[in-house]
Each structure stands twice: as C-alpha cells, then as structure tokens.
C-alpha cells in the first residue's frame, strides 16, 4: 500500500492532485492517508511522530512524506528503505529519527528534478518515486549514509507539543517508554501527573499517558486537553523534578 504523511491539509487541490499520480502511476495500489495535517513546515514535528506511526504497517509499504518548507531549493529528495518499508521526501530532518531508531537502514538520494513545478515537488517528484517503488520498481539514485539524514544536533527525546488532534489531546515528541512510568511532567507551570487511561482519572482532570503509538500525550478526561493546560503546537514541557 501507498500512505501518505504530509503538511498539505485535506481542503484545497494539493492531497487530491497527488492521489491523481498515485492512481495513474499505480493502478490498484491502495492509497491511506495517515497524515494531512502535520503542523505546517515544521519539519521535526513531523519527524518525531514519523517512527511512531509507522509501526504498524506491513513491510514494503512504501510513505509519501511531505513537509517541505525548502522545497525548490538546494535540499536533496531521498528513499529510505528502513526495517523493510520504504519511504520517499525531501531530506530537511524528515527521516532523522526514522533513521536513528531503525534497525535496518538504506538511503539513496534521489537525481535533481528536470522540468517540474518548483513549489510542488511532493506531486512532481516524489509521488512518481513512490508509484514506481509501489509497483515494484528499483531505486534509482545514489546511495548515501544513513548519518546524513540523521540531524546530529536534535536531541534524542522532543520535549514538545508536536500535534494536536480533533479531541485537544497533545501529543508530544517524547517516546513514553524513556521517561520514568509514574513522572509528573510539568507545562505552563502546572504540573500533570500520569494515568493509565481517560477513565482512571476524574471528569476534567487532567493527565498524560502512553498513547496507541507509544507517545506521551496530554489529556483531559471529556475536555480539552490544548484549552486547559494553554497547549499549542511548539509548547516545551519538562519532567517535574521539584519536590522528587
């Protein structure tokens, strides 16, 4: 199957004219969207909710990743084959801890673009990539290091609000299974103890946990979790040392 993880939003033509690609270029090829609405150019966002997700796909999916804020300009496109699922976007620290955590990694860049749109390459570029690697074709491109992808400066752990759903929920940059189980995480100068669960706590209390994917995330038991603890995408939180 083809999934796509992109910035692009569902309102407006660009999801739908990548899907056109798709479905000319790969026939019969399920497409899933898993993300449309990554928070807008902001690629380490992406790239700590890109490892999380990925889980549960069988191997030789191949994602169409998209957050380009360089797009049309010096920044290479890639394909990642990492733990035996395929991944092609521009390298802007997309892949980073993709590559970091994977146990299996090839990485080729990909040649430079020849009469496309400069602003649509998620279309232009790399959807003929992921078409092509969707049917079974090979890669062509230049192989590079995997360390090349890898941002050697970004800490291990993002100690951020990377994405806020539908419900308020907060979901952070932060693996639940690096922090200690029973921490409390201290944002906005309150402190949030940890539950297992919405329904362990209290009706409008508030909480975080390990999520479906592994991921620390704030939550309010029926509210919303971004209105009362102040919550936006980029918002730092930290563990709560005082008093320990």
């Not at 692009?8 to 899907?19: I, S």
């Not at 191949?62 to 804020?69: E, I, R, S």
């Not at 907060?170 to 100068?189: E, F």
Request: charged share 15%; aromatic share 10%; with cysteine.
């Amino acid at each position: 199957m083809i999934v796509l993880f992109t910035d692009f939003g569902l309102d407006g033509p660009y999801v739908g004219q990548v899907r056109a690609v798709l479905q000319q270029q790969s026939p019969g090829v399920p497409v899933i969207n898993l993300f449309a609405d990554l928070p807008p150019c902001d690629v380490q966002a992406a790239a700590a909710l890109l490892p999380a997700y990925v889980a549960g796909f069988p191997p030789a999916t191949v994602f169409l990743c998209v957050v380009d804020p360089g797009v049309g300009g010096a920044r290479p496109g890639v394909v990642v084959k990492a733990d035996d699922r395929w991944y092609v976007g521009p390298n802007e620290g997309l892949f980073a801890w993709l590559v970091r955590r994977a146990g299996s990694v090839a990485c080729w860049q990909l040649p430079e673009p020849d009469a496309v749109s400069a602003s649509f390459h998620g279309r232009d570029v790399f959807a003929p990539v992921v078409a092509r690697l969707a049917r079974g074709g090979g890669v062509t491109g230049d192989p590079v290091t995997a360390e090349s992808l890898m941002q050697a400066d970004w800490p291990d752990e993002l100690f951020r609000v990377v994405y806020i759903d539908r419900f308020g929920n907060a979901i952070t940059g932060v693996r639940a299974a690096s922090i200690p189980q029973y921490a409390s995480l201290k944002v906005n100068g309150q402190v949030v103890r940890m539950a297992r669960t919405f329904s362990d706590v209290s009706p409008g209390e508030t909480f975080w946990y390990a999520n479906a994917n592994g991921l620390v995330e704030f939550a309010v038991n029926r509210g919303r979790a971004d209105a009362v603890l102040g919550l936006n995408t980029g918002t730092d939180f930290s563990l709560q040392t005082e008093g320990v």
